[in-house]
């Protein structure tokens, strides 16, 4: 309540000149606006040096719109209690946050509208200076104006300061708007990513990977530092990244230089329009990572674990595998079954040579071949069959990983 009785009592101060001027001011002031218009930009263009010169035409025009603008609203105010501050500042955002498009330095536009408030009080001065205009009128005239060159001060400012900001914006805008087109579901054609590339300044590679970081970043000083070419989405969680070809020298490293501490996945390389399948990988890896079933902190490649990613893409159809191999060991007591399980999947990957077996599980190889003949007698034939043994370590795999 208090802040909107100052901000309240601040326009009534605003407005206080505008409301003790005399009938009839205005219209005597401004026959002399045209000539002080022309005196003005010409002060301009040769005391600004931005201004100056001659491929800057649009300067001029926009200088010259401005201080006409200013002038005539100056004198309205005086006459028209209609004119408002609102529209004053509503005009003058509009003039700056077209010079920051244009890429115009504002401190040049604040010291154009300086020079329009010093010849514009000298003219008015001059009238004094010849009895045309009472001095308590000068006076108000000269508050007045002040007012009326603050509040395009601060409106030109707020305008200017404003569109830079989304003009500095802009470009993360986009980079974030390619990176869901490169990752969504709905493959991309190459010509929309291209036009969207391009926009972004963001140079087209052939391939792409995707990663994904078990976290949420709010606080941008916190965020890791990644390379500049990399597209990230930090406000989501798992955090998304763009790999532009991520199998260039060196590229693997920095990433996972950069993310080191967390946990995150890398999806495999894949073609420009196929994010979103490099992005399913790493999910599904992140996921595991979760679980402990992949390792929980670091980058985990999808490359380096495709085995483990396949049969963890549907655990219930391994687990039929296992329902339909694996029952003689279920059966077992815990402890010997879970022993049994372990020399039965080591045989199978080490081309069931038992001294291999040996080595692998740190056991001698008498009991090795003890545990390889109470297997036989468990599963006879079925270790004899290619398809059989192919599907017993497909499910061994998925229960030793879990």
Request: aromatic share 4%; proline share 7%; glycine share 6%.
């Amino acid at each position: 309540m208090l802040s909107h009785a100052v901000a309240g009592h601040r326009a009534e101060l605003a407005e206080e000149p505008f409301n003790r001027f005399p009938a009839g001011l205005a219209e005597h002031l401004r026959p002399l606006t045209e000539d002080i218009r022309r005196e003005v930009v010409s002060a301009i263009v040769t005391g600004i040096p931005e201004y100056a010169r001659p491929t800057n035409a649009a300067y001029t025009t926009t200088i010259s719109t401005g201080v006409e603008l200013g002038l005539n609203l100056l004198l309205d105010r005086l006459t028209a209690p209609g004119v408002s501050a609102r529209e004053i500042f509503d005009i003058y955002h509009a003039i700056g946050r077209g010079e920051a498009r244009e890429g115009r330095s504002l401190d040049s536009f604040q010291g154009a509208l300086r020079i329009a408030a010093r010849i514009t009080w000298r003219t008015v001065s001059a009238l004094a200076g010849r009895d045309a205009l009472p001095r308590q009128e000068l006076a108000l005239l000269g508050e007045a104006a002040l007012v009326h060159l603050d509040e395009i001060a601060a409106a030109t400012s707020a305008g200017f300061a404003e569109a830079q900001s989304r003009l500095a914006d802009e470009p993360r805008r986009r980079r974030l708007r390619l990176l869901d087109m490169l990752t969504d579901e709905q493959p991309p054609t190459a010509q929309a990513i291209a036009a969207l590339a391009g926009a972004a300044r963001w140079p087209v590679p052939s391939r792409i990977a995707v990663a994904v970081v078990d976290q949420q970043w709010e606080q941008e000083e916190s965020r890791p530092i990644l390379p500049p070419d990399l597209l990230v989405r930090f406000d989501r969680k798992p955090t998304r990244v763009v790999v532009p070809d991520p199998d260039g020298p060196g590229r693997s490293r920095a990433v996972e230089a950069a993310l080191r501490g967390h946990r995150a996945a890398l999806g495999p390389a894949v073609p420009l329009t196929e994010g979103a399948r490099s992005l399913r990988w790493a999910l599904d890896a992140l996921a595991l990572a979760r679980r402990g079933v992949l390792p929980g902190r670091g980058l985990v490649r999808c490359a380096d674990h495709l085995t483990t990613l396949l049969l963890f893409q549907d655990e219930a159809l391994v687990d039929a595998l296992g329902a339909r191999h694996l029952g003689p060991l279920e059966r077992m007591p815990r402890p010997y079954r879970d022993r049994l399980a372990e020399t039965l999947l080591s045989w199978l990957q080490c081309s069931r040579n038992a001294s291999e077996v040996a080595v692998r599980l740190g056991i001698h190889p008498q009991t090795v071949r003890y545990r390889l003949r109470r297997l036989d007698e468990l599963f006879g034939a079925r270790l004899q069959q290619p398809d059989a043994c192919f599907e017993m370590e497909l499910a061994l795999r998925l229960r030793q990983l879990r």
